[in-house]
C-alpha cells in the first residue's frame, strides 16, 4: 500500500473510532425486567429491557430504572443473565423522528449491543490486583478448552 492511502485509511480508522467512541456508552445496574422479543415487521424484531441503577447523590440513594432495547440479531442478549443479576450494558443513543396526523414526535431509544456479567468483571478487577507472585490453591475448572 502506497504511503498516501496509508495515512488515508489511517485517517479514516481514526475518524470512525471517535464517531462510535461519542455514539457508545455504558452502563451498570441489576437487570430486573426483560419482555418477550416482539416482531414489529416481517424483517424488524426487538426486546426490551430494564436496568436499574442506584447511586448516592449528596447523602440521597437516588435509583433510576432505565428501559433499554436491544434489535434483530441481538434480542436473545438478556437472555444469558438472570433477573438480580448486575449487568455492564454498552449501548447506543439513537434519535428519531415521527410524525402522524399532523403532529411530530420525538423519541429516544437506548440500543444495547454487548451486555457482560458485572461479577465477571469483578473477578477479573480482584484477580489484577493481586500481587505478582500470587498462586491460585485451586485451578478453575470451567476452562474453554
Known amino acids: 500500500?502506497?504511503?498516501?492511502?496509508?495515512?488515508?485509511?489511517?485517517?479514516?480508522?481514526?475518524?470512525?473510532?471517535?464517531?462510535?467512541?461519542?455514539?457508545?456508552?455504558?452502563?451498570?445496574?441489576?437487570?430486573?425486567?426483560?419482555?418477550?422479543?416482539?416482531?414489529?415487521?416481517e424483517t424488524f424484531k426487538v426486546r426490551e429491557f430494564v436496568i436499574e441503577k442506584s447511586e448516592e447523590i449528596n447523602g440521597r440513594l437516588i435509583t433510576n430504572y432505565?428501559?433499554?432495547?436491544?434489535?434483530?440479531?441481538?434480542?436473545?442478549?438478556?437472555?444469558?443473565?438472570?433477573?438480580?443479576?448486575?449487568?455492564?450494558?454498552?449501548?447506543?443513543?439513537?434519535?428519531?423522528?415521527?410524525?402522524r396526523d399532523g403532529k411530530v414526535n420525538y423519541f429516544t431509544n437506548l440500543d444495547a449491543w454487548r451486555m457482560e456479567s458485572a461479577n465477571m468483571m469483578q473477578t477479573a478487577v480482584n484477580q489484577s490486583q493481586m500481587p505478582p507472585d500470587y498462586i491460585p490453591t485451586e485451578a478453575p475448572d470451567d476452562l474453554p478448552f
Open 1 to 41: 500500500m502506497n504511503p498516501k492511502k496509508k495515512i488515508e485509511t489511517k485517517k479514516l480508522l481514526i475518524d470512525l473510532a471517535k464517531f462510535f467512541s461519542i455514539m457508545s456508552y455504558e452502563i451498570t445496574g441489576k437487570l430486573v425486567s426483560v419482555s418477550d422479543t416482539m416482531q414489529r415487521t
Open 66 to 99: 432505565i428501559k433499554m432495547q436491544c434489535v434483530q440479531d441481538k434480542t436473545e442478549l438478556p437472555s444469558k443473565f438472570r433477573l438480580g443479576e448486575e449487568v455492564k450494558v454498552m449501548f447506543n443513543l439513537k434519535g428519531n423522528k415521527s410524525e
